[in-house]
């Protein structure tokens, strides 16, 4: 999984996009990103439940890889599996100290029914917008980190779930905007949970999928099925109606239920994150005028 890079001077080969690759010193960027990073930690820990454990500069890396990966902020989470998928409490670790993840959660005791959500928070410390390619390739590396942390050490979990916070005080390169609209998380299972902070043009932050649901519009039923679905109720057991197409109906409603269950987790999930990321004031709280101007300052002299 390592990448070893032969230039330093190759942004595309300078993995991971993390502590280890910056303008200026480690402590110029603590000084912006420290209290914003404190912020989240607390609010997480208080708005959501007694199943989160936070990590802050966490090496994800195995033990048999050479270089660190480091991220600013690991959230953990236990999520039991219910039909509507909103997170329930399960267990308290916020006591626990361990090294690792896969130390901290590898107990014994039966988890089969539950999830284990793990949130990645990166900060971004160049004097440039993240760019598109950064990301995806984090992305891909967190994503391989979970499937062989559910393979190899915590497989007694259901699901090993990744989500990934990038906040970048120079902001995000315009194709990331386009990435996020096309690649919602509920739409497709390969497609990762991703926020971005501060907002790009002040409101796109995130790549939750969330359905506007189709359920009562007559119309659309009309001219998709050729019935609505008052009509599909009263015809389905007289055997009047096309049954191939009462079938495709059926179809239909079983996915509409299933996307509004989505649709409903992801609004919780957003309504969540919104507040411990302070997406409205996260532009002020990382001072961004300021910080650009003092870091562009520091690190010109």
């Known amino acids: 999984m390592t990448i070893l890079t032969e230039s330093k001077s190759n942004f595309l080969r300078n993995y991971p996009f993390s502590l280890l690759d910056m303008d200026g010193l480690s402590e110029l960027w603590q000084k912006i990103y420290n209290p914003y990073i404190d912020l989240i930690e607390s ?109 190899k050490k915590l497989k007694q979990y259901s699901k090993i779930i990744p989500q990934i916070i990038f906040i970048s005080l120079f902001g995000f390169e315009i194709p990331i905007g386009g990435y996020l609209r096309d690649n919602l998380h509920g739409k497709l299972n390969r497609n990762i949970s991703t926020m971005v902070v501060p907002p790009i043009d002040n409101k796109l932050w995130n790549n939750y999928l969330i359905e506007i649901s189709k359920e009562g519009n007559n119309n659309y039923e009309k001219r998709i099925w050729g019935l609505t679905f008052d009509d599909y109720k009263s015809l389905k057991n007289n055997g009047t109606a096309n049954q191939i197409q009462v079938n495709k109906m059926e179809t239909y409603y079983s996915d509409l239920k299933e996307s509004k269950e989505i649709s409903e987790y992801n609004y919780h999930q957003l309504d969540i994150w919104s507040d411990v990321l302070s997406i409205k004031n996260s532009y002020t709280l990382l001072d961004v005028g300021n910080s650009r101007k003092m870091i562009k300052e520091l690190v010109i002299e």
């Open 43 to 151: 609010k997480i820990i208080m708005s959501k439940n007694d199943s989160i454990n936070t990590f802050r500069n966490h090496n994800f890396a195995f033990n048999n890889e050479i270089q660190p990966r480091i991220a600013d902020l690991i959230i953990s989470e236990l999520e039991e599996q219910i039909s509507n998928p909103v997170s329930k409490s399960s267990r308290n670790n916020l006591n626990k100290s361990k090294e690792k993840i896969e130390d901290l959660y590898s107990d014994v005791v039966e988890k089969e029914n539950y999830n284990l959500k793990i949130t990645f928070v990166f900060t971004h410390k160049k004097m440039q917008p993240l760019k598109l390619i950064q990301m995806l390739k984090l992305s891909d590396e967190v994503k391989k980190y979970t499937q062989l942390l559910h393979k």
